[in-house]
């Protein structure tokens, strides 16, 4: 998640806007109705965090750990998300192409035990999932659909992997491992392996970040001649092809994931900049070196406005006044994107970057985050806010979290809920 932030500038070529069509009936609810800024009499608002699980980012501290002691730091982790009034926890259950779950499609993830494939002896997901609701706490399944590894070496993932049985599957890219997005063999797989999870548990959601095809590395390509000389025929060049292998696992996992349990929601979390408005009229007017339409194949817009998902939380990780990327410029952006659509949109934020000293000016006040919430309250369609991460919200280095929690989170709240 966090990497998104500082991807090396640079665009790749314009292409024609997708997706200006009228929508087509899908997935999200009709919008709200009611003026501008009215809030419903019991208040509803998502207040979430991300527990991030790759690298060991936040939890488990340290793989090799007991399956009690996971238990008990997991335990805390959601305490935390209470204590603070949050009502939504984003458990990231697929970091690379593994599972927190017995699952019969992928091993068991390397940060539970440190050995990808080990049984750790307990159900993560199934526990996060109880001990969630038993909190009051959503529990929203975070998947990662391509990413395999953040190494280049076949031979470190578990023998059982589906990347070692299916080499041809897999791209070497930027020092990571990716699926292929273009092969539909691929696209078919990784929604069963993510969608065991949802047959077997009662999550909340489905939710994805903003890895699709990987964040451009100056002077590499991605690998996929072979896939785009089989499929891509009929498309007027390959980023409108990759464009289309993203809409469709998108469109396939939204359909899929309504004929399997429709009361689920479908939501992702992407790079806060769809295209700058001098690459694009529609776009925001930003100078970000990176847009998801153009540099991970990733039509958000399009995605809201055919209603393929149920909710998105742009990952905002700018201060206000950033001149690159202003979070006061995005946060319109994203409120008139999702107007009228009935998808819902909450807004990711850089807890991560309060205190840091690399970080501008800005982000060592802790009253930015606070000011990030005022602002965004002037807009009726913003139905919430995700911050990144637990340890974050735990440690709050320098009180971001306390001062935001004091001025904006006195009561609790109930999050927005169903679909369609």
Known sequence: MTGAAGTVAGVVGAAS??????ARPGRARAALPGPAGERDVVRRELRGMWLATVANTDWPSRAGLSAAAQRDELAARLDEAVNRRLNAVFLQVRPSADALWPSPYEP???CLTGTQGKDPGWDPLGTAVREAHDRGLELHAW????RVANHTDPARLAASHPARRNPGWVVPYGGRLYYNPGLPEVRSFVQDAMLDA????????VHWDDYFYPYPVAGQDFADDAAYAEYGADFSDRAAWRR???????RETADRLTALKPGVRFGISPFGVWRNAATDPA???TRAGVQTYDDLYADTRGWIRNGWIDYVVPQ???HIGNPAADYAALVPWW???VRGTGVDLFIGEALYKCGDPAQPEAWQDPAELSRHLDFAARYDQVRGHVYFSAKSVAADRIGAMDRLVADHYRSRARPPGGVR
Do not use: M
């Not at 998947?143 to 391509?146: K, T």
């Open 17 to 22: 806007v997708a997706g200006d069509a009228a």
């Open 108 to 110: 068991w993830a390397a």
């Open 143 to 146: 998947f990662n659909p391509y």
């Open 198 to 205: 949802v047959r077997r548990y009662d999550v909340d959601a």
């Open 244 to 250: 289309d292998n993203t809409d469709r696992l998108v």
């Open 283 to 285: 776009g925001s007017p």
């Open 316 to 318: 905002l990780y700018w």
């Open 335 to 337: 409120s008139e994107t």
